[in-house]
């Protein structure tokens, strides 16, 4: 029996290589107590020996995102005020105000002084 080197875990036990000069089929395969280096621990497997877990896959999540179909996100006309400057909000509805009185009296709606009432306040 040939002993091969061990990976750097202390507890592992040493790898066995199966090549025999003659064969043993009657004999145990794996090495006895007495022949096994000291240093060795009872568990022949430890927590770094264990091979590691797949981390992510793909599968059924098309199926489950077309289960409902796949939407478009929802296009808004105006964009929310919601947390903007009250001040920038206040300048910029009297702003809308003396626009839609001007586009009036452009086409002739209102009368000239309209304009005339807002430029005074």
């Given at each position: 029996?040939?002993?091969?080197?061990?990976?750097?875990?202390?507890?592992?036990?040493?790898?066995?290589s199966?090549?025999?000069?003659?064969?043993?089929?009657?004999?145990?395969?794996?090495s006895?107590?007495?022949?096994?280096?000291?240093?060795?621990?009872t568990?022949?497997?430890?927590?770094?020996?264990?091979?590691?877990?797949?981390?992510?896959?793909?599968?059924?999540?098309?199926?489950?995102?077309?289960r409902?179909?796949?939407?478009?996100?929802k296009?808004?006309?105006?964009?929310?005020?919601?947390?903007?400057?009250?001040?920038?909000?206040?300048?910029k509805?009297?702003?809308?105000?003396?626009?839609?009185?001007?586009?009036?009296?452009?086409?002739g709606e209102?009368p000239k002084?309209?304009?005339?009432?807002?430029?005074?306040?």
């Open positions: 029996i040939h002993f091969l080197p061990t990976t750097g875990n202390p507890c592992s036990t040493p790898r066995v199966r090549v025999l000069a003659f064969s043993r089929s009657h004999v145990r395969q794996s006895p107590a007495y022949l096994r280096p000291a240093n060795s621990c568990t022949p497997h430890t927590a770094s020996a264990m091979v590691k877990q797949k981390n992510h896959t793909a599968r059924n999540q098309t199926y489950k995102a077309h409902n179909g796949i939407k478009k996100p296009s808004h006309r105006f964009r929310t005020t919601r947390g903007v400057d009250p001040k920038f909000l206040r300048n509805r009297f702003a809308r105000a003396q626009t839609v009185i001007a586009v009036k009296v452009q086409r209102l002084t309209a304009l005339k009432k807002y430029a005074e306040e």
